[in-house]
């Protein structure tokens, strides 16, 4: 190499010095390029050493986080572009835009989620060919730099989650190309200028919510951007009304602008154009008036929003068929009239809210047919009427409240709602007795029946629940309360029903009335033989449902502030979230309130810890700080089961990617996700106190970060189950076997060496492209077996890499499958540890 660099030589000045007088061609850019880059990163502070590779020996299109566009960067390079994608890097330092926007054709700069704590840098206005611009979350503060506007091809400029203050540039409206323009969550104040959106003829994403301190009117110009099909402008102090001019924005996918002081009406015809609409969010506003017919045209809409505000007169009676309408929040208005009955079997309706306004007239009968209802809430209305008995002909209902309204006759048998948490009847003329079907209902957890007219006992099956609370207080209710009801509950609610006795009540149920004293004790007397038998087998059935099904209180408890209950908790807990079954039963996906998400481990047996025992690991285990380790969020506690929640990723599972049709995660992308898997591992073993052992670590286990960054998820589960019902729950799971060490069954004590085990065979699934569990046995089963039939090979290592892998990369491929063959060796002490794993795997 060296050599033939002196022999060109001369050829080389003799091009330079032509260069120097043509200007222009393909050669010149090529070379300073490198440095051009490398002046770039000598200015950041790298602490991960992501960029360590830039180095002028090869080509900077090979460079990690530089993208040149295929081909060209070879045969033409006045036309070839470069993309530099470093985000999520931890990178700070002054940025070099001065040299960095010399580079040739540099088109997409990504510094998105990085740790920078300075101003936008003035200087990236002169990169002129940047298309795309993305310094989300990079920890920018200062004023928005008009002068961005300089760069007059960009088509994307994301300033999301910085701390940028002042006002929007009126003259960023020059950026005519511009179709994604993304300022949420920002410091931005003042007005809206309205030449801002006047020219931006091209955008069709529009982001300035979260900005709190802007005191705008929304700008009528707005409307005239006809492109838009997202905007969103909640949570930024907008005042006034809703301007006409919208009701032209046709290509409308969602609008939200909820948690503003809006006010008005909403201009009538609101709705009628806007036929690709999803998503409609003005809740939490100050809106008067009845809501304009129209919205019942929105064909494809999907959530409608409109809570908190101070609407009058009746919903629109189409929206209630829409065919594809999800969501109905219409709770804190001033609505009024009858509720309509819906299109049952075509209804995809999952929640609907309608509590505190003035609805009339019965609940809907055909409520409880729509498949897919899960929530239904109309306290604090005027319903009338009583309560259908087919509420739960849905599989999915989980809520119903419906207190605070003139509802009257029996509480219904309710035995087919399998999947009600939460049944809120209070406040009515509810008569008759308590069913003592509700005690059947496997996931019950909250009632309030209080302030009816209920009478009877309180059934004995109601100690068979979980429950979270049982509300009785105010009904004309007798006799004997259940104790179990009693004493392990945490807000059970028996006040204003004289008639109840009990422990802790005013009356005791031993002491019967003195007049029937006498005529007792005859009858006691003549039935004694067959009522002592009697009561023997009754108390002994009792005793014995109790110990099968003891009734114990849910206690949730949150590590992290997220918005969850334990009813919203048990709601999800719904076939449709299952996003993976595991030894230990099945993870749900929940999407909170705020939009957030979080999966949910449901651990279904859960050995006898006590609750106290449960927060100490789980105090343990969430304590755990790593980026490679999914953060446990909270958990929730009963006797026997315990649900642990942890953050979610976007991406899904490893297993997802690798289960996929086709596996297309380039080299580069699989060694990021084993070295980030064994750096959590590694924490796990040798850098955390007291060291855990994973225990469980699978490529489901394993959650994928937007960068491909992994997060380990599911470790530790064995100290809150205990160490028996861990192994039959694991031996129970067929499907992950192929991740078990083989010394698993043989040895008391689990070691470090077994997760090691683990993390080779993931590590195989990255190198092969193949699933752990190998399809049907015409082979062998599982993919450690295949791989050592295939080493010795002639033609092993061939066989053996996932072909879909260009050559390239064939070298650290070979290495890291030497790496993933010791850590699947069969006997323990020949594996490496998990430190020296990342060693090998960084010199990759
Ligand atoms: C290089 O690309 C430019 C712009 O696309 C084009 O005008 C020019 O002809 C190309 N030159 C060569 C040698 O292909
Ligand atoms: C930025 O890079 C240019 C070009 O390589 C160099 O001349 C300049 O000194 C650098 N600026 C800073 C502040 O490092
Ligand atoms: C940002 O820089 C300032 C000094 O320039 C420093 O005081 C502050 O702590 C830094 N913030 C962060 C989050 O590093
Ligand atoms: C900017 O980068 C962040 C982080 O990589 C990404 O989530 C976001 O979608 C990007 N913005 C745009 C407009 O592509
Ligand atoms: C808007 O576009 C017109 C040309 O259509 C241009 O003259 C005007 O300067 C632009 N406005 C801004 C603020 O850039
Ligand atoms: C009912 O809604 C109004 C706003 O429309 C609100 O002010 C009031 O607090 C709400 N009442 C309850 C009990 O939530
Ligand atoms: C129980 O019901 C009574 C009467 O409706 C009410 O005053 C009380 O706040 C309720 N308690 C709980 C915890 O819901």
Same mark, same amino acid.
């Given at each position: ?8 030589? @001369? ?60 081909? +060209? ?47 936008? @840098? ?36 994301? #300033? ?59 700008? @009528? ?142 609940? @809907?009968?055909?409520? $409880? ?15 009338? $009427? ?115 006795? $009990? ?31 009697? #009561? ?145 591992? +590694? ?162």
């Amino acid at each position: 190499m060296a050599s033939t660099n002196v022999a060109h030589l @001369p050829l080389y000045l003799l091009l330079l010095s032509l260069l120097i007088t043509t200007s222009s061609s393909a050669a010149e850019a090529e070379q300073p390029v490198h440095d051009l880059l490398l002046s770039f990163k000598a200015s950041l502070h790298d602490p991960a050493g992501a960029l360590a590779s830039w180095s002028s020996s090869t080509p900077y299109c090979n460079w990690p986080h530089v993208t040149c566009t295929a081909a +060209a960067a070879a045969t033409n390079t006045s036309s070839a572009t470069v993309s530099l994608s470093l985000q999520g890097l931890g990178l700070s330092g002054d940025i070099n835009a001065s040299a960095l926007c010399r580079v040739p054709g540099l088109a997409g700069l990504s510094l998105a989620s990085n740790a920078f704590n300075q101003t936008v @840098p003035l200087q990236l206005s002169r990169c002129a060919s940047l298309v795309s611009l993305n310094l989300s979350a990079g920890a920018f503060w200062g004023p928005l730099p008009e002068q961005l506007a300089a760069l007059a091809g960009l088509t994307s400029l994301d #300033l999301a989650g910085n701390d940028i203050e002042g006002t929007v540039p009126p003259g960023l409206a020059a950026l005519r190309a511009l179709q994604v323009l993304d300022l949420r969550g920002n410091r931005l104040s003042g007005v809206l200028h309205p030449a801002l959106f006047r020219n931006l003829t091209s955008l069709h994403y529009l982001d300035l919510s979260g900005n709190q301190f802007l005191e705008s009117p929304l700008p @009528p110009q707005l409307g005239g951007m006809a492109s838009l099909r997202w905007l969103f402008l909640q949570g930024s102090g907008f005042s006034g009304a809703i301007p006409d001019t919208f009701l032209g924005l046709e290509q409308l996918e969602a609008l939200d602008l909820s948690s503003n002081s809006l006010t008005g009406p909403v201009p009538p015809g609101f709705g009628l154009k806007f036929q690709k609409l999803l998503s409609l969010d003005l809740s939490r506003n100050g809106f008067s008036g009845p809501f304009p017919n129209g919205v019942e045209k929105c064909l494809m809409l999907q959530r409608f929003e409109v809570q908190g505000n101070a609407f009058t007169g009746e919903l629109p009676a189409g929206l209630w068929s829409l065919p594809d309408l999800q969501v109905i929040r219409a709770e804190n208005n001033r609505f009024s009239g009858r509720l309509p009955e819906l299109p049952a079997g075509a209804s995809r309706l999952e929640q609907v809210q309608l509590d505190n306004n003035s609805f009339s007239g019965a609940i @809907p009968q055909t409520i $409880g047919l729509v498949r897919t209802m899960y929530r239904f809430s109309a306290s604090l209305n005027e319903l009338s $009427g009583s309560l259908p008995d087919n509420l739960c002909d849905s599989p999915a209902m989980s809520i119903i409240d419906v207190s605070r309204n003139a509802l009257s006759g029996p509480v219904p048998e309710l035995r087919s709602c399998k999947s009600l948490v939460s049944l809120r009847l209070s406040s009515n003329g509810f008569t008759g007795a308590i069913p003592a079907s509700l005690g059947d209902l496997p996931v019950l957890t909250y009632i309030d029946l209080s302030s009816n007219g209920l009478t009877g006992a309180i059934p004995a099956e109601l100690q068979n629940l979980k429950l979270a609370l049982l509300n009785v207080s105010y009904n004309r209710l007798s006799g004997p309360v259940p104790p179990q009801l009693v004493s392990g509950l945490p807000a059970v609610f028996l006040e204003g029903n004289p008639g109840l006795c $009990g422990p802790g009540l005013p009356n005791n149920c031993d002491a019967p009335s003195r007049e029937h004293q006498g005529l007792a004790l005859a009858a006691t007397v003549a039935s004694f033989v067959t009522g002592a038998a009697l #009561l023997a087998i009754g108390a002994f059935a009792i005793c014995r449902k109790f110990r099968g099904k003891k009734s114990s209180p849910w206690k949730l408890v949150l590590f992290h502030p997220i918005k969850i209950t334990v009813e919203e908790l048990f709601a999800a807990f719904h076939e449709k979230n299952v996003i993976g079954r595991g030894a230990f039963g099945k993870v749900y996906l929940i999407e909170l309130e705020d939009g957030q998400r979080v999966a949910v481990k449901r651990l279904l047996s859960s050995g006898k810890l006590t609750f106290r025992e449960v927060k100490n690991e789980m105090k343990v285990l969430a304590k755990i700080r790593h980026k490679n380790i999914a953060k446990i969020t909270g958990f929730c506690y009963s006797e026997g089961e315990v649900s642990v929640i942890y953050e979610y990723f976007q991406k899904g599972s490893l297993q997802d990617m690798i289960y996929a049709p086709k596996f297309t995660l380039g080299w580069n992308d699989r060694l990021k996700v084993a070295l980030g898997v064994a750096q959590g591992l +590694a924490y796990l073993h040798h850098d955390y106190t007291p060291c855990v052992l994973h225990r469980d670590l699978k490529s489901s286990n394993v959650l994928l970060a937007d960068d491909f960054e992994p997060r380990v998820a599911g470790f530790g589960i064995h100290r809150v189950v205990r160490e028996k019902a861990y192994r039959s729950s694991l031996d129970s799971d067929l499907n992950h076997k192929c991740y078990i060490a083989p010394e698993q069954n043989f040895t008391k004590n689990p070691t470090n060496f077994m997760d090691v085990y683990s993390f080779g065979v993931i590590l195989l699934e990255l190198i092969t492209g193949r699933p752990a569990e190998q399809p049907v046995a015409k082979d062998c089963s599982d993919i450690v077996s295949w791989v050592r039939r295939r080493i010795n090979l002639i033609d092993g290592a061939a066989q053996i890499l996932d072909p879909s892998i260009s050559c390239t990369a064939q070298q650290g491929m070979q290495a890291a499958l030497e790496l993933a063959v010791r850590c699947t060796s069969v006997k323990p002490e020949q594996r490496p540890a998990m430190y020296e794993v990342v060693q090998l795997l960084r010199t990759l």
